[in-house]
């Protein structure tokens, strides 16, 4: 349940801020497999990983994961 709340509100923020469909494929990957952020993280661009953080806290700021 939560997974698919982050679905439905995240996007339409990660978008504004920035974050395609692939970088948000990356927040999934991070929101199922949280113990792997920094390993998910290392193989991302400083400025795509950036804007995924943001969306990832807004997420947590929401409740959603």
Known sequence: MILLQLLEEV?????ERG??????????????????KDKILAKVEYGTACGILNALEYARDKGLI
């Not at 996007?11 to 978008?15: G, S, V």
């Not at 974050?19 to 792997?36: H, V």
């Open 11 to 15: 996007p339409d923020w990660a978008k």
């Open 19 to 36: 974050l395609n469909e692939q970088s948000f494929e990356i927040l999934e990957q991070i929101a199922i497999l949280p113990g792997s």
